[in-house]
């Protein structure tokens, strides 16, 4: 007995589940919850009056909103059909009048509006110093302007 060795059992186990997924039983009859009702709102003691926020005043205004349309004198003369950014050039169909290199141009849009003097201007990648109406045209502007933007002529 005093050289009996003790054995180990051997805890076997459970294999993996296979592949498949359990199939879960739908029971009975699930009964649903009712919804939590919210505690209607307190009412105020009648022939009390509750104090209303005070508003504050608006600050009147100072100066008008400028003009959104061509001004007094001002012709339009075509429209920005493209803009390239890295070159800062306008593409610009031109509907009437002509325009030539040393005008004043007005860019109007949705968020543009500027005015430039007209330095130079390509049809077909050649420099021009005028161009009439029908004509496309690159024109060098100063700040962004956007496809649509109506480009007006201002009067010397």
């Not at 050039?89 to 007005?106: F, K, N, P």
């Not at 500027?114 to 700040?143: C, K, N, P, Y």
């Amino acid at each position: 007995m005093a050289a009996a060795k003790k054995r180990k059992a051997k805890v076997k186990r459970k294999k993996a589940p296979s592949g498949k997924p359990a199939v879960r039983r739908k029971s009975a009859a699930l009964k649903k919850k009712a919804p939590a009702r919210k505690p209607a709102p307190r009412r105020a003691a009648p022939g009390k009056k509750t104090a209303r926020p005070s508003r504050k005043p608006r600050p009147a205004a100072s100066a008008p909103a400028p003009a959104r349309g061509p001004l007094a004198g001002e012709v339009r003369v075509g429209v920005v059909t493209h803009y390239f950014g890295h070159l800062s050039v306008a593409a610009v169909r031109l509907e009437s009048g002509s325009l030539r290199v040393g005008d004043t141009i007005r860019v109007l849009g949705h968020t543009s509006d500027f005015r430039q003097r007209v330095d130079s201007m390509q049809v077909e990648h050649q420099s021009v110093s005028e161009a009439s109406a029908g004509q496309e045209i690159g024109l060098r502007v100063t700040e962004h302007a956007r496809e649509h933007d109506v480009v007006y002529k201002v009067p010397a």
